[in-house]
Protein backbone atom coordinates (compact mmCIF):
# COMPACT_ATOMS: atom_id res chain seq x y z
CA UNK A 1 0.00 0.00 0.00
CA UNK A 2 1.51 3.65 -0.97
CA UNK A 3 1.83 6.30 1.50
CA UNK A 4 -0.68 9.32 0.96
CA UNK A 5 0.86 12.74 1.53
CA UNK A 6 -1.16 15.86 1.48
CA UNK A 7 0.76 18.45 -0.46
CA UNK A 8 -1.69 21.52 0.07
CA UNK A 9 0.23 24.70 1.10
CA UNK A 10 1.17 25.05 4.77
CA UNK A 11 0.91 21.34 5.10
CA UNK A 12 4.80 19.06 5.41
CA UNK A 13 5.01 15.70 3.63
CA UNK A 14 4.18 13.91 7.05
CA UNK A 15 0.96 15.62 7.51
CA UNK A 16 2.17 18.02 10.37
CA UNK A 17 2.04 21.45 9.95
CA UNK A 18 5.33 23.33 8.06
CA UNK A 19 7.77 25.40 10.05
CA UNK A 20 10.22 28.28 9.42
CA UNK A 21 9.52 31.47 8.14
CA UNK A 22 8.45 30.82 4.78
CA UNK A 23 4.97 32.85 4.33
CA UNK A 24 1.29 31.21 4.90
CA UNK A 25 -0.90 31.11 2.09
CA UNK A 26 -4.14 32.92 2.08
CA UNK A 27 -6.78 32.90 -0.73
CA UNK A 28 -7.97 36.05 -1.79
CA UNK A 29 -10.22 37.08 -4.59
CA UNK A 30 -8.75 39.25 -7.78
CA UNK A 31 -10.73 42.55 -9.73
CA UNK A 32 -12.47 39.19 -12.08
CA UNK A 33 -13.50 37.69 -8.93
CA UNK A 34 -11.34 34.55 -9.62
CA UNK A 35 -9.76 33.08 -6.61
CA UNK A 36 -6.00 32.77 -6.33
CA UNK A 37 -3.42 31.84 -3.85
CA UNK A 38 -1.66 34.91 -1.90
CA UNK A 39 1.56 34.64 0.20
CA UNK A 40 1.46 37.33 3.23
CA UNK A 41 4.89 38.92 3.10
CA UNK A 42 7.22 37.74 5.72
CA UNK A 43 6.89 40.87 7.77
CA UNK A 44 10.21 41.02 9.76
CA UNK A 45 12.41 40.06 6.55
CA UNK A 46 10.81 43.48 4.98
CA UNK A 47 12.06 44.61 7.81
CA UNK A 48 15.58 43.89 7.27
CA UNK A 49 15.62 44.54 3.78
CA UNK A 50 14.27 47.83 4.29
CA UNK A 51 16.94 48.10 7.05
CA UNK A 52 19.65 47.38 4.96
CA UNK A 53 18.94 49.94 1.95
CA UNK A 54 20.24 52.72 2.32
CA UNK A 55 19.60 55.14 -0.85
CA UNK A 56 22.62 56.53 -0.71
CA UNK A 57 23.96 53.70 -1.59
CA UNK A 58 22.36 53.25 -4.74
CA UNK A 59 23.63 52.94 -8.35
CA UNK A 60 20.79 55.02 -9.51
CA UNK A 61 20.69 57.99 -6.69
CA UNK A 62 24.43 58.02 -7.87
CA UNK A 63 23.91 58.24 -11.21
CA UNK A 64 20.82 60.85 -10.83
CA UNK A 65 23.63 63.09 -8.72
CA UNK A 66 25.96 62.96 -11.50
CA UNK A 67 23.85 63.67 -14.30
CA UNK A 68 22.31 66.56 -12.46
CA UNK A 69 26.05 68.28 -12.15
CA UNK A 70 26.59 67.90 -16.19
CA UNK A 71 23.54 68.52 -16.78
CA UNK A 72 23.91 72.21 -14.47
CA UNK A 73 27.54 72.59 -15.90
CA UNK A 74 26.35 72.03 -19.64
CA UNK A 75 23.24 75.25 -18.93
CA UNK A 76 25.65 77.28 -17.55
CA UNK A 77 28.21 77.11 -20.44
CA UNK A 78 26.95 75.93 -23.32
CA UNK A 79 26.34 78.40 -26.17
CA UNK A 80 23.01 79.46 -28.06
CA UNK A 81 21.10 78.05 -24.95
CA UNK A 82 21.21 74.46 -26.82
CA UNK A 83 19.99 71.73 -24.57
CA UNK A 84 22.31 68.63 -24.06
CA UNK A 85 19.61 66.72 -26.88
CA UNK A 86 19.78 69.06 -29.02
CA UNK A 87 23.48 69.56 -29.00
CA UNK A 88 23.65 65.73 -29.05
CA UNK A 89 21.67 65.77 -32.49
CA UNK A 90 24.15 68.65 -33.83
CA UNK A 91 27.49 67.32 -32.62
CA UNK A 92 26.50 64.09 -34.23
CA UNK A 93 25.55 65.44 -37.86
CA UNK A 94 28.61 67.15 -37.68
CA UNK A 95 30.35 63.93 -36.92
CA UNK A 96 28.69 61.88 -39.49
CA UNK A 97 26.55 64.28 -42.12
CA UNK A 98 23.39 64.18 -42.98
CA UNK A 99 20.91 61.31 -41.66
CA UNK A 100 17.37 59.98 -41.60
CA UNK A 101 15.63 61.03 -38.42
CA UNK A 102 15.74 57.39 -37.25
CA UNK A 103 18.91 56.77 -37.73
CA UNK A 104 19.86 60.15 -36.09
CA UNK A 105 18.08 59.19 -32.96
CA UNK A 106 19.20 55.53 -32.83
CA UNK A 107 22.69 57.09 -32.60
CA UNK A 108 21.95 59.84 -29.92
CA UNK A 109 19.77 57.58 -27.97
CA UNK A 110 16.95 59.39 -28.65
CA UNK A 111 13.39 58.02 -29.42
CA UNK A 112 11.45 58.70 -31.90
CA UNK A 113 9.05 61.40 -30.57
CA UNK A 114 11.70 63.21 -28.77
CA UNK A 115 14.60 63.63 -31.96
CA UNK A 116 10.83 64.56 -34.02
CA UNK A 117 10.84 67.62 -31.18
CA UNK A 118 14.44 68.09 -31.67
CA UNK A 119 14.85 68.50 -35.00
CA UNK A 120 11.37 70.64 -35.26
CA UNK A 121 13.14 73.14 -33.01
CA UNK A 122 16.66 73.28 -34.45
CA UNK A 123 15.27 73.50 -38.22
CA UNK A 124 13.05 76.05 -36.32
CA UNK A 125 15.77 78.14 -35.44
CA UNK A 126 17.77 77.84 -38.68
CA UNK A 127 20.46 74.96 -37.39
CA UNK A 128 19.21 71.57 -39.62
CA UNK A 129 17.02 71.43 -42.74
CA UNK A 130 15.14 68.26 -44.36
CA UNK A 131 16.27 67.15 -47.84
CA UNK A 132 15.48 64.46 -49.99
CA UNK A 133 17.70 61.54 -49.12
CA UNK A 134 19.57 60.83 -53.01
CA UNK A 135 19.81 57.10 -52.53
CA UNK A 136 15.81 57.02 -51.80
CA UNK A 137 13.59 60.14 -52.45
CA UNK A 138 10.64 58.97 -50.38
CA UNK A 139 12.80 59.55 -46.87
CA UNK A 140 14.31 62.72 -45.52
CA UNK A 141 17.78 63.67 -44.58
CA UNK A 142 18.12 66.25 -41.81
CA UNK A 143 21.24 67.81 -42.50
CA UNK A 144 23.14 70.65 -40.85
CA UNK A 145 22.45 74.84 -42.68
CA UNK A 146 25.50 76.25 -42.89
CA UNK A 147 24.52 78.47 -39.78
CA UNK A 148 24.31 74.96 -37.95
CA UNK A 149 27.82 74.14 -39.17
CA UNK A 150 29.21 77.55 -37.86
CA UNK A 151 27.60 76.80 -34.33
CA UNK A 152 28.96 73.56 -34.27
CA UNK A 153 32.28 74.54 -34.87
CA UNK A 154 32.07 77.01 -32.03
CA UNK A 155 30.47 74.50 -29.68
CA UNK A 156 33.21 71.62 -30.01
CA UNK A 157 35.90 73.73 -27.89
CA UNK A 158 33.05 74.34 -25.23
CA UNK A 159 31.38 70.95 -24.88
CA UNK A 160 35.07 69.57 -24.29
CA UNK A 161 35.25 71.92 -21.78
CA UNK A 162 31.92 70.85 -20.00
CA UNK A 163 33.14 66.82 -20.00
CA UNK A 164 36.45 68.13 -18.44
CA UNK A 165 34.64 70.25 -15.88
CA UNK A 166 33.00 67.23 -15.15
CA UNK A 167 35.10 65.19 -14.68
CA UNK A 168 37.64 67.58 -12.78
CA UNK A 169 37.72 65.62 -9.53
CA UNK A 170 39.15 62.61 -11.32
CA UNK A 171 42.63 61.73 -12.56
CA UNK A 172 43.61 60.47 -15.93
CA UNK A 173 43.02 56.67 -15.05
CA UNK A 174 39.64 57.10 -13.41
CA UNK A 175 38.08 59.08 -15.82
CA UNK A 176 39.32 56.21 -18.30
CA UNK A 177 38.01 53.53 -15.93
CA UNK A 178 34.82 55.96 -15.28
CA UNK A 179 34.39 55.90 -19.27
CA UNK A 180 34.74 52.05 -19.41
CA UNK A 181 32.34 50.89 -16.63
CA UNK A 182 29.38 53.33 -18.10
CA UNK A 183 30.05 51.62 -21.24
CA UNK A 184 29.67 48.46 -20.07
CA UNK A 185 26.50 48.78 -18.28
CA UNK A 186 24.72 51.36 -20.36
Do not use: N, V
Given at each position: MTDIVDRRPGKSPSGGARTGTRPKARRAKNDQGAVRSQRTPNRAGTRDRLARYL???QVGFFLRQVSQRHTTIFAEQMIEGLTPTQWAALAKLGERGPLSQNRLGRLTAMDAATIKGVVDRL???????????PADGRRLTIALTDQGRALVKR?????LAITEQTLAPLGASERKTLM???????
Open positions: LEETARGLTEGRPDAIPIARLLGKIK
